[in-house]
Nanobody, 126 residues
Framework: VRLVESGGGLVQAGGSLTLSCAASGSIFSINAMAWYRQAPGKERELVAAITSGGSTYYTDSVKGRFTISRDNAKNTLYLQMNRLKPEDTDLYSC?????????????????????WGQGTQVTVSS
């Protein structure tokens, strides 16, 4: 499975961006998909996740501002980001896993995802 992100860039605080993640290859094996972000020297943080059935999870800092969605016909994952803040500046990566849930809950640990994209940089200026 290959994941390719796009849509990152530089935006002013309060602005919006939409990230896309196109999946190709053995996509039949994909269930949960997620967006992570990581700043230099810090651990990856789960931003949002979505199961194959459409159940979603958001980290508290993005609730009400970000929306994760997937178009299974286009094999594409999206992250609509509104009211962006400077603290949203990070490298955003798409991840996909063969499982929908991990021990009955959303898969938080990056090690629970099997496939990763290269990432797309989001920079929010103040």
């Amino acid at each position: 499975v290959r994941l390719v992100e796009s849509g990152g860039g530089l935006v002013q605080a309060g602005g919006s961006l939409t990230l896309s993640c196109a999946a190709s290859g053995s996509i039949f094996s994909i269930n949960a998909m997620a967006w992570y972000r990581q700043a230099p020297g810090k651990e990856r943080e789960l931003v949002a996740a979505i199961t194959s059935g459409g159940s979603t999870y958001y980290t508290d800092s993005v609730k009400g501002r970000f929306t994760i969605s997937r178009d299974n016909a286009k094999n594409t994952l999206y992250l609509q980001m509104n009211r962006l803040k400077p603290e949203d500046t990070d490298l955003y990566s798409c991840a996909a896993g063969r499982d929908d849930y991990c021990s009955g809950y959303v898969c938080y640990d990056p090690r629970e995802y099997d496939y990763w994209g290269q990432g797309t940089q989001v920079t929010v200026s103040s």
